[in-house]
């Protein structure tokens, strides 16, 4: 009994153990093709062997449909392709950005400043002197129409003051209480102030710093000449501020003329 017992195992031990390597080599096949990756027991004389174990395996009845159909398996998975030498991998691959493109549209220049102005101002027959001298010149021509005089009495005061300080009311540092009264310079000459540059025996030095009471000043002076009105304006002037040097007077009659028909409302 334990003789025929012993048998039946041994005759069905093995069977077990070619179902059980028919079973190791269709897995075997399978995750090598599919994997594309070579086995660890690639050694021919390995028992785990695909190769070996399917021989083994092929004894074993049904072994030849098993193998076949895990060779269908196989072939339907896609292998993979090895690189070829020469192509570039897709991570050796370049990556491409996109260049944007340049608008058509060009951007105006900005406009340019505009040219400075060259115009220089000129002197008309109006104005043929400046702000300042033709304030004071209308100062005196005022003055004298307050007092009824015609205006040839303003022509000889115009002149007279133009040759004195060229119709600027100047203070005199030898009158040092001139300079603390609104002026437009000093004199270097003698102690006169004001337009005409009169001494202080003519006024007060007040009067003689405000151009409208010191033309006054000077009318009330000319109106004291016998026959002035037919004097010459150089002469006539002379007669008034007693210059040692009277031709002057008579060398801006011309400018004062124009200052006083420029002056005169």
């Known amino acids: 009994m334990q003789h ?22 269709v897995v075997a096949v399978v995750l090598a093709a599919v994997a594309g990756v070579p086995l660890l027991f690639d050694d021919p004389g390995s028992p785990h062997n695909p190769a070996t174990a399917a021989a083994s395996a092929g004894s074993a009845p049904g072994a030849e449909n098993r193998i076949a159909e895990a060779e269908r398996r196989a072939s339907r998975s896609e292998p993979r392709t090895p690189d070829t030498p020469g192509t570039p991998s897709r991570s050796a691959l370049p990556t491409l950005t996109p260049t944007p493109k340049k608008s058509s ?31 004071n010149a209308a100062t005196i021509v005022e ?43 000093l004199a270097t000459d003698g102690a006169g102030l004001g337009l005409f540059q009169q001494d202080t025996d003519r006024g007060t030095v007040a009067q003689l710093m405000d151009p409208a009471a010191a033309a006054g000043l000077f009318y009330a002076a000319l109106a004291q000449v016998d026959g002035w009105e037919q004097l010459p304006v150089g002469a006539a002037a002379q007669a008034v501020q007693g210059a040692a040097s009277p031709d002057g007077y008579a060398a801006r009659q011309d400018l004062a003329e124009r200052i006083v028909a420029a002056a005169t409302p």
């Open 4 to 25: 025929r017992s012993h048998h039946r195992r041994g005759r069905h031990a093995a069977p077990r153990r070619g179902v059980t390597g028919r079973y190791t080599a």
């Open 143 to 185: 003055a004298g129409q307050q007092l009824g005089l015609p205006s040839s009495a303003y022509v000889v005061a115009v002149a007279a003051a133009l040759q004195e300080c060229d119709l600027h009311n100047l203070a005199n540092a030898a009158v040092p209480e001139s300079l603390d009264l609104p002026n437009e310079g």
């Open 105 to 135: 549209a060009t951007a105006a220049p900005p406009p340019s400043p505009p040219p400075a102005s060259t115009t220089t101002p000129s002197v008309t027959p109006s104005a043929p002197a400046g702000a300042i001298e033709m304030a």
